[in-house]
């Protein structure tokens, strides 16, 4: 099977009413543990490249790592997605590349650290909705600030300094035209998101129901929402490592998000954990090996299991073969109707 538009990917999870796991990915290893939970669960899949990925990895490898990944595992819908592109040529490199779904995050300007005003966020957004629509590319737009760092990206902060104004969602997705909307809900990038076990406080499902009333038809995505077990900590603090005590954002949160309009749920710690704990194992168990084949199996078999667990509880496990891709030139054509129609 071809890569996959996001949108169609997404629009077939609202049918459904579930939600789909978009997992980052660096290197094979990651790309494999995503595939083989996809096939074992059959769900359709989201994997995803920060600008961080893309310049560690030489994108090239990745997108080639991919298009191996359709080749062999043809029953799983796959989409290869830009996490958090910062400007237009960002977006415009991965669409080039032949990324099928692009984040342009507009929420921060082009420095990935100092918040945008509304106006240079739609401005900028447009403009990567025209030229991905044109090209048959989905795009996720943000409103609202997250919270944290990761990679280099990010304001910092809590997460509660910029939630998302339902009023503005809606005028956003109006002048933009996105796909699917991330939203800033209290959440955070990284591993330290929560000093407790968050609640109505820190954590504004309130504001997500409030947006999804007013854009029930829009996708929404969650970011930061790596759940961050205590079962994973522990192995890492078991096997030598120092991790601080800290709290993710639980599942039953994601799953009445899910509920409430969201479709994409970005994961990313929650996998650093588990392959991090599963090599440290290796080490300190057996100080002996070397062979980097011993640590990489338990990592990737244990960043699987992680991935499997999520497309369980997301709901998207069972339906990779609903439906049949729509070639990304007949979303071009689409796009291109909707836009007569809109005019
Ligand atoms: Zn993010």
Known sequence: MPLVSMRQLLDEAAKGGYGVGAFNVNNMEQIQAIMEAARETRSPVIIQASRGARAYSQDKFLYHLMLAASELYPEIPLVMHLDHGNSFETCKSAIDLGFTSVMMDGSLQEDGKTPATFAENVAVTRKVVQLAHDCGVTVEGE???????????????????????????????????????AIAIGTSHGAYKFSKKPDGSVLKMDVLVAIHKRLPNVHLVMHGSSSVPKELQDVINQYGGKLKPTWGVPVEEIQLGIRNGVRKINVDTDNRLAITGAIRKVFVETPEKFDPRDYMKPAREAMKKVVAQRMTQFGQAGHAGDYAPIPIAEMKKRYASEAVAAK
Do not use: C
């Open 143 to 181: 409103i609202g600030v997250l919270g944290g760092i990761e990679d280099g990206h990010g304001a910092g902060g809590t997460g509660l300094e910029h939630v998302t104004d339902p009023n503005q969602a809606v005028e956003f997705v109006e002048q933009t035209g996105v796909d699917a909307l």
